[in-house]
């Protein structure tokens, strides 16, 4: 947009492009990143969310021992958050005009974090803390790679993140009552 002087003489141009380009659905011409590469990146946290939820479901259910209830209802908990983050993706990737890519051939390669049983309880917490830092550094990367380029897409990713936020920190509190003692090594 130029001086605000030229602001009536834009709005007929804006008013002309959003005539033209139905096709376009919600991406206008002043989109200000490549969509592809935006698509492309939502699909490799779509993977790493599905990865996240079936790691939790399996925790869920299988997590034994006698202090395991309290934590299995965690783990619970977590896949379902973790499935409402990879729905809030897919719905932003078809407002993109995109396709969310569900396959679940090459869904490990695709996704950042790893799909760890774990031995036990201590193990699957460990798993779960490591998985949940591995989603934040990539969402952090992400929130700064669409800064003012997608907005939108931005704010969608902060929120994940902050959930991403809450989840290390229930791990990392797991971790240290079940191992009964702070985690200071690096
Ligand atoms: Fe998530
Ligand atoms: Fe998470």
């Given at each position: 947009?130029?001086?605000?002087?030229s602001?009536?003489?834009?709005i007929k141009?804006?008013?002309q492009r959003a005539r033209?380009?139905?096709?376009?659905?919600?991406?206008?011409?002043n989109?200000?990143?490549?969509v592809?590469d935006?698509?492309?990146?939502?699909?490799?946290?779509?993977?790493t969310?599905i990865?996240?939820?079936?790691?939790y479901?399996f925790?869920?259910?299988?997590?034994?021992?006698?202090?395991?209830?309290?934590?299995?209802?965690?783990?619970?908990q977590?896949?379902?958050?973790?499935?409402?983050?990879?729905d809030?993706l897919a719905?932003?990737i078809?407002q993109?005009?995109g396709?969310p890519?569900?396959n679940?051939?090459g869904?490990?390669q695709?996704?950042?974090?790893?799909?760890?049983?774990?031995?036990?309880l201590?193990?699957?917490?460990k798993?779960?803390?490591?998985?949940?830092?591995?989603?934040i550094e990539?969402?952090?990367e992400?929130?700064?790679?669409f800064?003012?380029?997608?907005?939108?897409?931005?704010v969608?990713l902060?929120?994940i993140?902050?959930?991403?936020?809450?989840?290390?920190?229930?791990?990392?509190?797991?971790l240290v009552t079940?191992?009964g003692?702070?985690?200071?090594e690096?």
């Amino acid at each position: 947009m130029g001086a605000p002087g030229s602001f009536l003489n834009d709005i007929k141009e804006i008013r002309q492009r959003a005539r033209r380009h139905l096709s376009d659905g919600a991406i206008t011409k002043n989109y200000g990143g490549k969509v592809e590469d935006a698509i492309t990146l939502l699909n490799h946290a779509v993977a790493t969310e599905i990865v996240c939820v079936l790691r939790y479901k399996f925790h869920a259910v299988c997590a034994t021992g006698l202090a395991s209830e309290a934590v299995k209802e965690e783990f619970a908990q977590h896949a379902k958050e973790e499935g409402e983050h990879l729905d809030m993706l897919a719905e932003r990737i078809n407002q993109l005009g995109g396709k969310p890519n569900l396959n679940p051939d090459g869904l490990g390669q695709r996704a950042a974090s790893e799909y760890v049983e774990g031995a036990n309880l201590i193990e699957m917490i460990k798993e779960d803390l490591i998985a949940e830092r591995i989603a934040i550094e990539t969402y952090r990367e992400m929130v700064r790679y669409f800064g003012d380029k997608d907005s939108t897409t931005r704010v969608l990713l902060e929120r994940i993140l902050a959930q991403e936020e809450e989840h290390a920190n229930d791990m990392h509190d797991l971790l240290v009552t079940h191992e009964g003692r702070p985690m200071l090594e690096k």
